[in-house]
């Protein structure tokens, strides 16, 4: 039997998963104002700039996120719906690459221009492909046990999905949509057999993408001795470590570091946390993996409490994509892993990104209101 969530009597949702989302917006939009105010007197001549942005994005995901707790996710489980969501992705995704509407950005074509707001695409899809997870897996007489009726039909989506977005190119979501992919389908009762093969199979995949372009080439050279090339591919990497070293235990103190003048690369965005430890320090940096762990457990503990297939696997998807893509920003950031160029959920400045997993945030949320045995 799953356990019970415990559900507040004022918003009719579990305050503790609310509490620790409020939490990570605030001292994400704290961090970003310290660490992108001499990037943004650079690019746009005002230090406030992206801040002012930062914080419009955080308000607007606050009402879609309230607005969605409010809403029956019940409602959310229809296939015409989740056809024509897909329909949506797949035609956002290939805007992309249209002239006059597709954005290039640091040599990657991500972002969408609407006139009145630019998106980047990806970060919606997410949210896109949580749905269709959950609306498959929660199929009655579904049977995850069988290849071709159980995996295979997830496989062609986001096989279809994840090779749009690496074409844009963009290595690092589409590699971890393909790891959240396999996660998922595990929880759902995929075969042992079965995740193996398709790991044995996406790990020369992976490798292969990864070295196709040069500059993937390099970062992965450099993860493996960044000193070999200290001004080149190994100088990100480098300067994340300098700035975790200055950091120390207690961090130099709010607003004080140094390596946000153009020393660390990406500062707001990939290496935000980097930016974190130099001024909060170990204790600033424990803090924050403490409350994203706060916020997976509490999500785990929803999903256990959910008395349906479709809302177990709307929260599980969500839990476990955030807390994935958390995991892999650390790990770059620490040197654990090689650089894959992905946001810090909550906190790497990005309007599309804050938004989307406010928006995650919020279907977890309008699940745990009948999160109750």
Known sequence: ????????????????????????????????????????????????????????????????????????????????????????????????????????????????????????????????????LANFLSKKNLDITRFSTGILPVLI????????????????????????TLI??????????????????????????????????????SFLDPWQDMYGGGYQIIQSMVAFAKGGIFGVGLGEGTQKLFFLPAPHTDFILSSLGEELGFLGVFGVIALFGVWIWRGLKIAQATNDDFGFYLVVGSVTLIGLQAVLNMGVAMSVLPNKG?????????????????LISGLVLSVSRSARL
């Open 157 to 180: 989506v986001m096989g279809a999905i994840a090779l749009m977005i690496f074409a844009e190119p963009d290595f690092g979501t589409a590699a971890t949509i393909g790891i959240w």
């Open 1 to 132: 039997m799953r356990e019970k969530a415990y559900v507040s009597d004022e918003l009719n949702c579990d305050y503790v998963f609310l509490i620790a989302t409020i939490l990570l917006v605030i001292l994400g939009t704290v961090m970003v104002y310290s660490s992108s105010f001499f990037v943004s007197q650079e690019l746009y001549g005002s230090g406030m700039a992206m801040i002012k942005s930062h914080m419009l994005h955080a308000i607007v995901g606050a009402v879609l996120m309230f607005g969605l707790i409010r809403l029956d996710y019940r409602k959310l489980h229809s296939k015409g719906l989740i056809l024509i969501l897909l329909g949506l992705a797949m035609v956002s995704l290939a805007l992309c690459f249209v002239p006059g509407i597709g954005v290039m950005g640091g040599h990657a074509r991500r972002w969408i221009n609407l006139r009145v707001v630019t998106l980047q695409s990806s970060e919606f899809v997410k949210l896109i492909l949580i749905l269709f």
């Open 342 to 358: 992905l946001a810090l959920p909550f906190f790497s400045c990005g309007g599309s990104t804050l938004v989307a997993t406010m």
């Open 184 to 221: 998922v389908l595990f929880v759902a009762g995929m075969r042992w057999k079965h995740l193996l093969s398709l790991a044995a199979l996406a790990v020369p995949i992976g490798i292969g993408m990864m070295v196709m372009a040069p500059y993937r080439r390099a970062r992965l050279v």
